[in-house]
Every structure is written in C-alpha cells, then in structure tokens.
C-alpha cells in the first residue's frame, strides 16, 4: 500500500517564525489530506488536496501539492501559541484497499 | 464536538480481563475505522467497516474483535491483551471509505493495560 514519510519528526521555534512540514512519498498519490491534533485532542481534518501543483490557503496555513503529486507541503507563517500540536500528512492506503494511511507527523513545539 | 462519540474515555485493565470500547457516530457516514496511536506507530489503521461490512483487517491480533451492528455503530472487543496494547483508540467515520474522503475522528479511547 501506499505510504507517506513525514520530516521533520519534531520542530522547535519561537513564537513569530515561520514553520514547515514535509511529506514525501515515493509513488503518485491520488491525494494527500492534512490534519492537526492538539495536545490531548484527536486528529481533526485541515485540509485535501487533489491536483498537480495544488496551492491552497487557509489564514497563516499554506498546503502545497507536488507538480509529480509525490510530495506535499504544510507552512505556517508567524506561528502563534495555538498552531501547538502535531501535523499529519495522509493518503489512501492504496491497492484497492479502503481507508487512509497516515504518515508519522510533526510535532510543532513553540516557544513564547 | 466531532459528531463522533467514544466511551470510556480512559480504561484500564488487567491482561485477563475483557472489555469493549464504543464508537457513535450521528453524521449519517457509512463507513467506520478503528486505528491505533501510541508513541512507536502513530494514527495506524486496524479495521475499516463499509457498510456495516469489514472491508480491511490490517494483521490485527485476534485478541482484538470488531463488531458493527450497522452504519452508526462500532465497537472494539478486548481480551487478554498485552501491556503493549496499550495507546489511544480512536474511531472514525467518513462517507466512502473507497475514495479516500476526510475522516471525523472521536475523542479515543486512553486503555492502559496492566
């Protein structure tokens, strides 16, 4: 099935940097999602995207998708005390089989 | 509020015991997943149900047993589990599990096996 490997595993910053998370994957996706779970929370749906090249914005959150749909991007710009969590990359699991594979995440610490 | 109930939250128990975790989920979804997260292999999918049908079991011990009496209900039927079950289960729902579309996770379940 498919899989998806996430770097960096963890990520330090100050409050007021920016921060980035990559997935990369070593076959086409057909799409890629990203989700955030807060500390103690579960996982709740950011985003998905489907085509070649995809940029798509929410506020300080950009996602990117790959011209070769390998390979995708999250960046948060000027991270805040509430953007604290781990970030998800996800795809279908591929070979026909249902549901979602989820890649290892990033941890997103900020330091005030 | 996700649209997704779980219960217990947390739930502890000995390696002979036997117990179940319960997943609701009111969003009119067909399709329910159960998936595993602990430190080693976060957000690992189990058991995916279509329809109140099993649709994948990914290598999963026989000491955990699904069960999905219809579209709105999952359970997660524990026995003699190993302290190294322990980690956070979470259900999840989604429309059509055969093209890959957001999932609505529940709050988990925290099991802790002694």
């Known amino acids: 099935g498919q899989q998806v490997m996430q770097i960096p595993q963890y990520q330090h910053v100050q409050e007021g940097e920016d921060f980035t998370t990559y997935c990369n994957s070593s076959t086409t996706l057909s799409n890629i999602q990203w989700y955030k779970q807060r500390p103690g929370g579960h996982p709740v749906f950011l985003i998905q995207l489907v085509k070649s090249g995809e940029v798509k914005k929410q506020k300080r959150l950009t996602f990117q998708f790959g011209e070769a749909k390998k390979n995708s991007s999250l960046h948060i710009t000027a991270t805040q005390t509430t953007d604290v969590g781990t970030y998800f990359c996800?795809?279908?699991?591929?070979?026909?089989?249902?549901?979602?594979?989820f890649g290892k995440g990033t941890h997103l610490i900020i330091q005030p | 509020e996700t649209g997704v109930t779980q219960t217990p939250r947390h739930l502890v128990m000995g390696m002979t015991n036997k117990k179940s975790l319960k997943c609701e989920q009111h969003l009119g979804h067909n399709a329910m997943y159960w998936y595993k997260q602990s430190a080693k292999k976060p957000l690992e999918l189990m058991f995916v149900?279509?329809?109140?049908?099993?649709?994948e079991n990914n290598s999963v011990p026989s000491r955990f047993s699904p069960e999905c009496p219809n579209s709105s209900h999952l359970f997660l039927h524990l026995h003699t589990l190993q302290p190294e079950d322990s980690a956070l289960y979470l259900c999840?729902?989604?429309?059509?599990?055969?093209?890959?579309?957001?999932?609505?996770f529940g709050s988990g379940t925290q099991l802790s096996v002694l």
């Open positions: 149900y279509n329809f109140k049908e099993q649709t």
């Open positions: 999840a729902s989604s429309q059509d599990p055969t093209v890959g579309e957001k999932l609505f």
């Open positions: 996800a795809t279908m699991a591929g070979g026909g089989a249902d549901g979602l594979t």
